[in-house]
């Protein structure tokens, strides 16, 4: 028997919150209907493109289903082997390819926001090799565009490089922001610099805990610093919150954790 969260979490904070559908050991559906009675949003993680990481059609209308059951709401990660800015055009190519076909396959669900990585791939950090991976990004987002893919439908995720990097893209294709609060964390980012800059275009949050460079861990393992930091941002917020972690143990230690700080999070929000 899989444990079940004490209670429920649906519509306690201003912001929704959720988690990744990967605390227990099974698969997509189950995953979300052991899930679904306690919290507002599941992030479905689709971390590799080959259709034996997918979810089948049968599964993405079970998945509908349950939404439907406890009035929940899906995000979706999108896989982390495609790659929109690699040097090699077949690569790029696949990636446009691979988002294009998992948003066809999971558009039923009607998802908040599809999260997407864009690692930076070349070898060093000098302007002119980032300035060629960026020009590959834009045509890879032109791509994508035409195709009849919303650019606010997708959220770009924080990763190891700075976001400025990625502003103009962001604006000429009207992005959404996933700020992955662990990974700013992680790569010794500001926090509040990037979360101010990026509000008003992010989308989803991915929060999660950090300690001696290991991240995705429980909110209880944050620095008091850090803590302090995430419960400011978390006040100025109404989007979607996801508790990245892959647990049980480690989703209920968030949750308590946030419990914590409930009073600071006391929303109306229907």
């Known amino acids: 028997m899989h444990p079940a969260l004490p209670k429920s979490y649906k519509g306690s904070f201003s912001f929704k919150i959720g988690t990744t559908s990967f605390i227990y050991p099974a698969g997509y559906v189950q995953n979300v209907r052991m899930l679904a009675p306690y919290l507002d949003e599941i992030e479905l993680l689709l971390f590799e493109s080959a259709p034996e990481g997918l979810p089948s059609t049968h599964k993405v209308e079970q998945l509908f289903n349950v939404s439907n059951e406890f009035d929940l709401t899906y995000n979706i990660h999108l896989p982390l082997d495609i790659f929109l800015g690699a040097p090699e055009r077949s690569i790029r190519q696949f990636a446009l390819e691979t988002v294009i076909r998992i ?110 460079q290991k991240d995705h861990l429980p909110l209880d393992r944050l620095t008091k610093e850090n803590a302090e930091t995430v419960i400011r941002m978390l006040k100025q917020y109404e989007g979607v919150v996801s508790l990245e972690v892959f647990s049980f143990d480690h989703l209920k230690a968030s949750l308590n954790f946030l419990d914590n700080h409930r009073d600071m999070f006391l929303t109306n929000r229907s």
């Not at 980032?130 to 959220?155: N, P």
């Not at 604006?171 to 979360?195: K, R, T, Y």
Request: charged share 25%; glycine share 6%.
């Open 103 to 212: 948003m066809d396959l999971t558009a039923s669900l009607s998802p908040s926001t599809y999260t997407l990585h864009l690692p930076y791939d070349e070898a060093g950090f000098d302007n002119e090799q980032v300035k060629r991976w960026r020009d590959r990004l834009d045509e890879s987002m032109k791509k994508l565009v035409s195709a009849g893919i919303s650019g606010d439908m997708i959220s770009i995720e924080t990763l190891d490089y700075p976001m400025d990097w990625l502003e103009d893209i962001l604006v000429d294709f009207n992005l959404s922001v996933c700020i992955d609060v662990g990974h700013l964390m992680l790569f010794g980012f500001d926090l509040d610099a990037v979360f101010n800059k990026h509000k008003k275009r992010t989308s989803i949050l991915h929060l999660h805990g950090v300690d001696n």
